[in-house]
């Protein structure tokens, strides 16, 4: 019910694996070319696709740079959080000390 038969190994090599490759991407590339005409026919169209392209490449965009540098502030911020617990607690032992001192 498929390409290979039941048992057989995929060979980068065969020509057979070449001829399906081949099929492959022509039937890709003719389904990509094929609302061009249409597009180059209306303007709107064309406009729409352009409007979405740049939707999805903006929208790509965001979430790189919200998941890469939102984990890089997370792990600056971890990495600052113990140095400032230490901060922290020197100021408040330094604090009751001025307290007890005062009294």
Same mark, same amino acid.
């Given at each position: 019910?498929?390409?290979?038969?039941?048992? %057989? !190994?995929? +060979? #980068? +090599?065969?020509?057979?694996?070449?001829?399906?490759?081949?099929?492959?991407?022509?039937?890709?590339?003719?389904?990509?070319? $094929? #609302?061009? #005409?249409?597009?180059?026919?209306?303007?709107? $169209? @064309?406009?729409? /696709?352009? $409007? $979405?392209?740049?939707?999805?490449?903006?929208? @790509?965009?965001? @979430?790189? /740079?919200? %998941?890469?540098?939102?984990?890089? /502030?997370? =792990?600056?911020? %971890?990495?600052?959080? #113990? !140095?400032? !617990?230490?901060?922290?607690? =020197?100021?408040?032992?330094?604090?009751?000390? %001025?307290?007890?001192?005062?009294?």
């Amino acid at each position: 019910a498929g390409i290979l038969k039941q048992g %057989e !190994q995929f +060979e #980068p +090599e065969a020509m057979k694996t070449k001829i399906v490759f081949w099929i492959g991407q022509l039937i890709f590339v003719m389904l990509t070319l $094929l #609302p061009v #005409p249409l597009m180059f026919a209306y303007h709107s $169209l @064309n406009t729409a /696709y352009v $409007l $979405l392209v740049l939707s999805a490449a903006v929208f @790509n965009g965001s @979430n790189y /740079y919200f %998941e890469v540098f939102a984990a890089r /502030y997370l =792990q600056q911020l %971890e990495a600052s959080a #113990p !140095q400032k !617990q230490d901060e922290t607690a =020197q100021c408040e032992t330094r604090d009751s000390d %001025e307290g007890v001192k005062q009294d």
